[in-house]
């Protein structure tokens, strides 16, 4: 009996973790999806306070969400980092995500945009701008879920701009950026409710702008190109360094600016492939001969 044949099989047992270990390993990235469903859970709970006209209960809030979407970001990594995907865990982190990107930051934009404003207008116009508002945010909600679903079945979505697909960018604005949009804002303000009806029509239009770019087939950058498993350069550890150093001590308006310029971002790569479509003549007919008579 030929003594290598053996040693095929244990020289793979050892390359792949135990069976045991690798049941353990499931529980990490789940853990990260419960701290996501915890952070979204507390967002609401923190909104339903701020209507006691306390605005550092909004503040809290978005910093509640930021902290899900940190979440949200490290649960699908280390999933894949540690080779433990998972059905369950792919509907586990929709599940939150719908609560924690959806309902949170829907409450959040009407009672902070619209529950407080300063009666400076006949009634009835005021009451029809607090309807438009719970009309907005529910909008945003539907958005995001349609999104959601839209992103479970579809396998490896493709953009509608066939400049560059693939797994690099998102077809849509993601449930989470859509929401860190809404945080963003209220961080910004520091919580303080808007009491002006011109801020608060200005409002409706941004969150009615956002849940538009989630249901459309615009493209957003992924970061998934960023395999954080593999040696990289130190001018980018640098850069990550920085980026948390400014965020640590300037949260406004750095989580403001970052939020705003990826939003954009999907508007001027549409723009982009609209004026390069145009610009691109039409190929000419097929040339055709003649047929010369015999």
Known sequence: MDPEVPSIPRRR????????????????PSLFTTANIAAGYYAILQVTHGTLAEPWHFDYAAIAIGFAFLFD???????????????????????????TF???????????????????????MMSRLNQFGVIASFLFLMAGASRLARFNITSNP????????????????????GAGVIAA???????????????????????????????STWRFYSFKDLDLSVRQPFRLILLFGLLFAAIRFFSQWVLFLLALLYMFSGVFWRLKW?????STPNPPPPYKEASQAS
């Open 73 to 99: 970001g490290l649960d699908g990594r280390i999933a894949r980092m540690t080779g433990t995907s998972s059905e369950f865990g792919k509907e586990l982190d929709s599940l939150a995500d719908i609560v």
């Open 13 to 28: 047992q050892q390359d792949q973790p135990p069976r045991r270990q690798r049941k353990g390993l499931y529980i990490v």
């Open 158 to 177: 493709q953009p509608s701009n066939p400049g560059r697909p693939g797994k690099k960018y998102f077809v849509g604005m993601p449930i989470p950026a």
């Open 185 to 215: 804002v209220v961080h910004f303000s520091n919580g303080e409710p808007i009491t002006a009806w011109w801020t608060a029509v200005t409002w409706l239009l941004m969150i009615t702008a956002v849940g538009y770019l989630m249901v």
């Open 274 to 278: 609209v004026l390069r479509r145009k």
């Open 102 to 124: 959806g309902v949170a930051p829907a409450m959040l934009a009407w009672i902070w945009g619209f529950h407080f404003l300063i009666p400076s207008l006949p009634h009835e």
